[in-house]
């Protein structure tokens, strides 16, 4: 099968175009009052009565005359006889008359021959009489019918989006049943042999993955205002994914699929559109998401988004979302921009438009920080500990550091964390975690997490094993067991390092940028010296030293798995996971933190956790 190649790659501009000229909108939907939250209205609606349908009292008090009390002060107060009672919900069964009034409750219906009424707190009762201490005017404290909604008037436009306040005015209104525009239907196909819905087995030797897109993409379709549709993934035969982008196209008014866009020999379905349907473009100038489809399929609107999960989220985001809430007839959300300063130097020189994941950090001065958050499009995580999109330009070659930039926000309701932490995956810090407030921390390990403080990032770095770091003050530090993880019972018997290098056995080893792999080196190196070797030759004689792993917990799962004889770890993964553990040492763990940032409100509770030891002293193998 040929490759296909992306030759003359659309503009940004030219695919919103592209994406406006398909038509989305549906018709009208009549929808019940408890379900019409967050619809909009499709055409205007009159009140058909009154609001209120009767005059009533707004308070507790007496309907009376008003002429009856002119001139009534505290010192001479009129007195009226009560003829009776009226309550809220009932008929009145009294009229009041010259010299007479009656007791009533707020919401209740005046009765007839009264025009005003007086609060219970200007009167005393007098045995049948009432003593009125103010005078008050014809209509004081009644709200006459209509005064609300008069019948006739127009009550609700349309393009109202009903919100709880609308839900209160249909509701008064007696309305029942809501005429609102449908939600554009939208399905959403995912391709590939190898996803798997999430609750079903995954088998990880045959490169199967959990399906990211097509939950991911419907929720985004549900927050733009649509009504998201899953369908079952479609392999990479071609007759398959007709089969299913068919059926999809055939029940929605747009189709979204993700996967099989790209140039790659097997990725084809910009064959299928092109066969059975219209296809506008193929290849758009932006990174992520050059692989972009637009088209029809059986007169639906089509679009292909990528199949990394960055990239089909932010093709989606930028390019798809706002069509879904213009057809559901949504206005773009407020406030979703802010500006913020680039906290590192970004170098970009590929001539597309950027769309680059960003995080924000306040920088203890009231100043929002701006870095970048991109493990690359297959990174799911980048999306997670991602605040917004930073749009670069084509000619930008680079971003300064200090420069100022425009973020969209992923939401209205994004702040920053109250603490932005990098560095060593420890299980210790993440008990302290647990008792923060909207914290973030990224385990990058502990070399790049100085790196990163250096830079004036986080708030704080946490560092593990025989590092000197000169930068930023400790706030805390704590000692924790690290050594090799092995087999529940540890069959192979195995007693120390001199084993992996003596016998047929294999490692898992942890990153470069782990706090482990360093104390693991130095152990090696004393190693090598103790045998006059050297270091190369001891760590060529471990099968498997070099090849690292980055979570913690990351090596006994391959022992657990039977992938691994030994795997380097800590005593509380090997304890909690039911594995045997054995030791080779003790790591100082430091917390350190931007001495300019020390004055946060983050960084001052992460002290205060730091101060009574409980959860240090509560893991396995760590000592304060």
Not at 379 to 404: H, K, N, Q, R
Not at 546 to 572: C, T
Request: net charge negative.
């Amino acid at each position: 099968m040929d490759r296909k190649e992306f030759r003359d790659l659309a503009s940004p501009e030219e695919a919103r175009e592209a994406i406006r000229s398909l038509s989305l909108e549906g018709g009208i939907d009549r929808v019940p009052l408890a379900d019409a939250r967050g619809r909009v209205l499709v055409a205007r609606l009159d009140a058909e009565l009154d609001v209120p349908g009767f005059d009533r009292a707004s308070l507790d008090g007496y309907a009376l005359r008003a002429r009856d009390t002119f001139g009534a002060d505290e010192a001479e107060p009129a007195r009226l006889e009560v003829v009776g009672e009226v309550h809220a919900g009932e008929r009145p069964g009294v009229d009041v008359g010259e010299g007479q009034a009656a007791e009533i409750s707020t919401g209740a219906v005046m009765p007839s021959g009264a025009d005003a009424m007086v609060p219970v707190e200007r009167t005393d009762a007098d045995g049948d009489d009432v003593l009125v201490r103010t005078s008050v005017a014809p209509g004081d404290n009644v709200m006459f019918a209509g005064a609300d909604v008069a019948a006739g008037e127009r009550a609700l436009g349309p393009g109202t989006r009903i919100t709880p306040r609308e839900i209160g005015l249909l509701s008064a209104l007696g309305v029942d049943e809501v005429p609102v525009r449908s939600r554009p239907r939208v399905g959403i196909v995912s391709t590939g042999d190898e996803l798997v819905r999430p609750g079903e087995d995954v088998a990880s030797d045959r490169g199967e993955i959990y399906d990211v897109n097509s939950y991911t993409i419907a929720a985004g379709v549900e927050d733009a205002g649509g009504e998201a549709v899953l369908y079952p993934h479609a392999g990479d035969d071609p007759e398959e994914m007709e089969r299913i982008l068919r059926e999809a196209a055939d029940e929605c008014d747009l189709v979204l699929s993700s996967g099989s866009t790209s140039a790659s020999a097997v990725d084809v379905i910009y064959r299928v559109v092109e066969e059975q349907g219209e296809l506008l473009l193929h290849g758009v100038s932006v990174k992520p998401g050059k692989p972009m489809l637009v088209g029809r399929l059986e007169g639906s609107a089509y679009v292909g988004l990528p199949g990394y999960p960055v990239s089909a989220m932010m093709v989606f985001r930028t390019f798809v979302a706002p069509a879904i809430r213009e057809a559901a007839g949504l206005p773009e959300p407020a406030a979703t921009t802010v500006s913020g300063t680039m906290a590192v130097q970004e170098r970009y020189s590929q001539g597309r438009m950027r769309l680059m994941p960003v995080g924000l950090v306040d920088d203890g001065d009231g100043e929002t920080l701006v870095y970048p958050v991109d493990k690359g499009s297959g990174a799911t995580t980048s999306l997670a500990e991602a605040d917004g999109v930073v749009e670069v330009d084509p000619d930008t070659d680079y971003l300064e550091e200090g420069e100022s930039v425009t973020v969209r926000l992923f939401s209205p309701d994004v702040r920053p964390p109250t603490l932005f932490g990098v560095g060593e995956d420890d299980p210790t810090f993440n008990r302290l975690l647990d008792r923060l407030e909207n914290p973030r921390y990224l385990a990058i390990g502990s070399r790049p997490a100085l790196r990163r403080l250096r830079e004036g990032v986080p708030d704080v770095a946490v560092v593990a094993g025989p590092l000197a770091p000169d930068d930023g003050d400790v706030l805390g530090r704590w000692r924790r067991e690290w050594g090799l993880v092995v087999r529940a019972g540890n069959p192979d018997e195995i007693q120390g390092l001199a084993d992996l290098v003596d016998r047929d056995l294999r490692l898992v080893n942890r990153t470069t940028d782990s706090g482990l792999r360093t104390s693991l080196g130095n152990a090696v190196a004393d190693l090598a010296e103790r045998r006059s070797l050297e270091r190369h030759e001891v760590v060529s004689a471990i099968d498997g030293f070099e090849l690292g792993l980055r979570a913690h917990e990351s090596p006994a799962r391959k022992v657990i798995d039977g992938e691994a004889d030994a795997g380097l770890g800590l005593r509380e993964t090997a304890e909690r996971l039911d594995l045997g553990f054995v030791p080779l040492g003790e790591q100082e763990v430091q917390v350190l933190v931007d001495p300019d940032r020390r004055e946060k409100p983050g960084v001052r509770e992460l002290e205060a956790v730091l101060e009574r030891h409980d959860d240090v002293d509560a893991v396995a193998g760590s000592d304060a």
